[in-house]
């Protein structure tokens, strides 16, 4: 099984930072790892696919980056909608994995 | 817009049966690949299983072989998870998901239910 393993597990930041989660393949996946967010009650909500392609309606401070297995979710300057937990996915192989969550709060 | 409505979630001891359905609208139903994915109470999101668009393909967590079988009537856009022989380790919200494409080759979950919860208890 290929293992997803996100850092940090969790951080604090302030509205208008810059934020950045990793996300690390036991092998490499290509560019097949997806990004979610879910804020708490919720269903997660696709935000990124494919490495890099921004899902519909999804707002543009949002990006993706890498492949092989290292993996970048980027939200350019955090907005209070934000503060959420975040997973990365590894769609490359059965079983589909996803990494173990990044939880964004309030500093 | 796609909704996703799962049901048929609810309390049953260990060793017992469950069936879940997902009722979908909003898209072409045979047209898409779909999923459940699953949560345990305070714990991240575990894929589950996967069905083709025509359902001639299924693919399953080893943790949930042999127990558990996913279907779908794309006659009542429905997708379906029966699940056997369950255990506490069972307990979670299970949500079904739309995949982005007809086949399970690559998935992406870009659609989600609200979820249903399953509580395993005696």
């Known amino acids: 099984d290929i293992q997803m393993t996100q850092s940090p597990t969790s951080l604090s930041a302030s509205v208008g930072d810059r934020v950045t989660i990793t996300c690390r393949a036991s092998?490499?996946?290509?560019?097949?790892l997806n990004w979610y967010q879910q804020k708490p009650g919720k269903a997660p909500k696709l935000l990124i696919y494919?490495?890099?392609t921004l899902q519909s309606g999804v707002p543009s401070r949002f990006s993706g980056s890498g492949s092989g297995t290292d993996f970048t979710l980027t939200i350019s300057s955090l907005q209070p909608e934000d503060f959420a937990t975040y997973y990365c996915?590894?769609?490359?192989?059965?079983?589909?994995?996803f990494g173990q969550g990044t939880k964004v709060d309030v500093k | 817009e796609v909704q996703l409505l799962e049901s048929g979630g609810g309390l049953v001891q260990p060793g017992g049966s469950l069936r879940l359905s997902c009722a979908a609208s909003?898209?072409?139903?045979?047209?898409?690949?779909m999923n459940w994915v699953r949560q345990a109470p305070g714990k991240g999101l575990e894929w589950v299983s996967s069905?083709?668009?025509?359902?001639?393909?299924?693919y399953y967590a080893d943790s949930m072989k042999g127990r558990f079988t996913i279907s779908r009537d794309n006659s009542k856009n429905t997708l379906y998870l029966q699940m056997n022989s369950l255990g506490a380790e069972d307990t979670a919200v299970y949500y079904c998901?739309?995949?982005?494409?007809?086949?399970?080759?690559?998935?992406?979950?870009?659609?989600w239910g609200q979820g249903t919860l399953v509580t395993v208890s005696s």
């Open positions: 092998q490499t996946i290509s560019t097949y």
């Open positions: 069905i083709s668009g025509s359902g001639e393909t299924t």
């Open positions: 909003g898209f072409t139903f045979s047209r898409n690949a």
């Open positions: 998901a739309k995949d982005r494409y007809a086949l399970t080759d690559y998935p992406i979950f870009d659609s």
């Open positions: 494919s490495a890099s």
């Open positions: 996915q590894q769609s490359f192989s059965t079983p589909r994995t």
